[in-house]
């Protein structure tokens, strides 16, 4: 048998369904799929980190006394190359957003795909209502779901360790460079291994249920881009939790199933992708400037600007802010969700189309969601409840560094200010909110 072992968002050794399943002679790849890198600008720092990650792929793989072959192109030409070679098949992880579907479907003709669903716990096909639909609603999906990870260890994969290697000749990436692109300097958390940051997370466990939205303390594991990329399997993620006796570990385990409902959400509702979830149909603000100005940061509400001058500058966004800000473009701004969700996709770090997507819809009242429209977070007193000294806010808006935070957290009170000279509120909080709740209860629902 003769078999490529694609890594695609399952980048290691431990815990790896591939390396696990495989047999006899094995060729392990990776691709930097161009009609993906084509649309990136030329200093992601995502591109950067899975450059890093692929090469530390390839020196474990080493260490096993396999490789990995890195290849930069289209998959399917990759894959017509290496076909007469003679692979039976290809085995990779599962991934069911719309270009992965559609890519898979395409190399699938080439040489036969063999998937695996190990980047999350549920199988989604596997985990249906009595009456044989899926569920639509986290609450009843987390009660009926977490038997799985209340019983024993989830199963790990060991490695297969009798496989032969198969070498090829093949023209390798050399650089970021030869890629188009720059290396760039990433945030801190990145030069950690989520082993480290699973380490570090444990004596904060505890608190995390209570601090967790505190958007100034880093109360939270970071662990979503190396789930992200599969540089630790979710399993493993689930039993090393399990194993910290004791703490108060249910809250962060809601988390964790949050990131499997999106992807359930997503395997059987495909056209949520590009569709509201729940068939509203929002007559959306189709005003670009102030879609800009959501973007850049110039709205005038000095957390949302914060939260977006922060966003732009390092690609993250704690899940508080994301809630706010999302909240505030498509509630207050009554913009399209599908526009934050594409922006957010073009620099978010842990981007990850499943979560990015339900979230959005979530944020926007459109998606798999008991809760009706009239969720809609206010931006002030938001920051008046998780950030009363305004320690966020100051420590991006150079500007707002020696204002009284209490003018951060009272609509109208910067903008009064006779000392401070900052950005006009580009809406008033009230008055779009009722406008928001106007244009939602005029709705028409479609299904
Ligand atoms: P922790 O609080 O430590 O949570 C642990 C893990 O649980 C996370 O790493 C993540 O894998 C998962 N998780 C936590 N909350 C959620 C959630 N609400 N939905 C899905 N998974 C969750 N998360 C992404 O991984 N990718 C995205 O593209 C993404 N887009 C989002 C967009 C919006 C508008 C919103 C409101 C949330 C989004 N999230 C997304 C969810 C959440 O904000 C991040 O997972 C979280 O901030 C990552 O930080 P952490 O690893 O420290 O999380």
Redesign the pocket.
Known sequence: MKQILWFRRDLRVTNSALLSKAKDEVMPIFIFDTDILNSLDKEDKRVSFIYKSVLSLKKQLKALGLDLAIFYGKPIEIFSKLKPLGFDEILCSCDFDDYAKKRDEQVDKIITLRRYSDSYIIKPWNALKKDGTPYKVFTPFYKNLSFIWESDALEEFEVNKDLKLITYDYEQVASLESMGFDEVELPSFLNKTAHELIEEFSSKIEDYEEQ?DIFYKSA?????VH??FGLISSVEVFNKIKKLKGANIEF?IR??F??EF?NYILFHFPKSEFENFNGLEVSWNQNEEDFERWCEGKTGVPLIDAAMIHFNKTGTM??RL??IV?SFLTKNLLIDWKKGERY?ASK?L???AS??I???QW?ASTGADSVPYFRIFNPYTQSAKFDKEGLFIKSVIPELKDVDPKLFHKEGALANSLFVDYIKPIVSIELSRKRALEAFKGAKNEK
């Not at 939270?220 to 979503?224: D, E, I, K, P, V």
Request: aromatic share 20%; hydrophobic share 35%.
């Open positions: 967790r939270t594991s970071s662990l979503a789930l992200r962060f988390e964790l949050w990131r999106y704690h899940n994301r809630m999302s957010f978010l842990d981007y990850d979560s990015n339900g979230s959005w944020a």
